[in-house]
Structure formats: structure tokens, C-alpha cells
């Protein structure tokens, strides 16, 4: 367990080296956002892809699901006409006029998804291999994709989106 303290009003940002399986370091960004506190970092959470092809799986895997669920409550409810959902090279987005689009897309680089949302703004979501989810890593409660896109859709349509591989 690594602690990050931050006293003051300015941000401070903090890497964390971690050694991967092949025994390279990676630099994990985290961000400490409250006036005073103590941010505890488990660093057994953070999954390190063995290779860029597990991650591209997972990511792929979790966007289609996303797409599938999102084609399936939007039909039954009969906003297909207005909403359109369409995933091409790692990118999900989901238009949903006139409240604006979101935009889910794979970060190679990272290895997060990123998501930006015209309710809760940008987001990366790192991937917790323990538990079969993606939790945005920059906040003071963690809070998952799932979680963060069921929210939102409930918000906007009052229906509940069933995301059974996605949490």
C-alpha cells in the first residue's frame, strides 16, 4: 500500500513505480482532490497487461458489450430512432440528442478506456482484473464504467440499463 498526502489548494500530482511481470517499471498517475487528505493507493488493483493483445481483448470486449446492451435497451424502448450507437477501430459512441454525445475509446498507450461525456465530463478507466471491471482512478470514491454509464443513461431516460459483462 503506498499513501499520497497533499496539503493546500494546488493539485499534486504523484507517479507510482510499479514493477509488470517482465520487470519493467510503469508509471502510474494518480491525483490527490481534496483540500487535506490522504489518498490510498492499492497497488495490487492496477492490472498491467501481460501484452497489448490481452488488453485490445478486454477493452474490445467490454466496448461491444456496451454497444450490444445499449442497442438492446434503446430498441425495446423505442428510442432507437433518436439514439445511435456505433463502435468502429475502438471507438463506442453513443448520440443521444439533444442531450449530446458520449464517446468511450480504447488508450493503447495507457491501456485505459477513455470517456467523455457531456454530463460528467472526461474520464480514464483503468482495469481491475480482480473483480472483471474498469474504475476511474481519479476520484475520491471509485466508482466504475458500469456504474458511471448506468447513472447517466438512468438520468437522462428514467429506464435502467442492463450491463451484465460491463460493472
Given at each position: 500500500?503506498?499513501?499520497?498526502?497533499?496539503?493546500?489548494?494546488?493539485?499534486?500530482?504523484?507517479?507510482?513505480?510499479?514493477?509488470?511481470?517482465?520487470?519493467?517499471?510503469?508509471?502510474?498517475?494518480?491525483?490527490?482532490?481534496?483540500?487535506?487528505?490522504?489518498?490510498?493507493?492499492?497497488?495490487?488493483?492496477?492490472?498491467?497487461?501481460?501484452?497489448?493483445?490481452?488488453?485490445?481483448?478486454?477493452?474490445?470486449?467490454?466496448?461491444?458489450?456496451?454497444?450490444?446492451?445499449?442497442?438492446?435497451?434503446?430498441?425495446?424502448?423505442?428510442?432507437?430512432?433518436?439514439?445511435e450507437v456505433s463502435?468502429?477501430?475502438?471507438?463506442?459512441?453513443?448520440?443521444?440528442?439533444?442531450?449530446?454525445?458520449?464517446?468511450?475509446?480504447?488508450?493503447?498507450?495507457?491501456?485505459?478506456?477513455?470517456?467523455?461525456?457531456?454530463?460528467?465530463?472526461?474520464?480514464?478507466?483503468?482495469?481491475?482484473?480482480?473483480?472483471?471491471?474498469?474504475?476511474?482512478?481519479?476520484?475520491?470514491?471509485?466508482?466504475?464504467?458500469?456504474?458511471?454509464?448506468?447513472?447517466?443513461?438512468?438520468?437522462?431516460?428514467?429506464?435502467?440499463?442492463?450491463?451484465?459483462?460491463?460493472?
Amino acid at each position: 500500500m503506498t499513501t499520497i498526502s497533499r496539503l493546500g489548494r494546488s493539485t499534486i500530482y504523484t507517479s507510482v513505480l510499479e514493477k509488470s511481470t517482465k520487470g519493467i517499471l510503469k508509471k502510474l498517475p494518480f491525483s490527490c482532490t481534496n483540500f487535506v487528505e490522504q489518498c490510498k493507493i492499492d497497488l495490487n488493483r492496477i492490472r498491467l497487461f501481460h501484452s497489448e493483445a490481452q488488453y485490445h481483448a478486454v477493452a474490445d470486449e467490454t466496448l461491444e458489450s456496451i454497444q450490444d446492451s445499449l442497442d438492446d435497451l434503446f430498441e425495446l424502448k423505442g428510442h432507437d430512432e433518436e439514439v445511435e450507437v456505433s463502435l468502429s477501430s475502438g471507438v463506442l459512441t453513443i448520440a443521444m440528442p439533444p442531450h449530446g454525445t458520449w464517446v468511450l475509446n480504447k488508450q493503447t498507450p495507457n491501456r485505459q478506456l477513455w470517456w467523455s461525456s457531456p454530463l460528467s465530463g472526461p474520464r480514464r478507466y483503468e482495469y481491475d482484473e480482480d473483480q472483471g471491471l474498469w474504475y476511474f482512478t481519479r476520484s475520491d470514491n471509485v466508482e466504475s464504467l458500469g456504474e458511471a454509464l448506468k447513472e447517466e443513461i438512468h438520468h437522462i431516460y428514467q429506464v435502467d440499463l442492463q450491463l451484465d459483462d460491463v460493472q
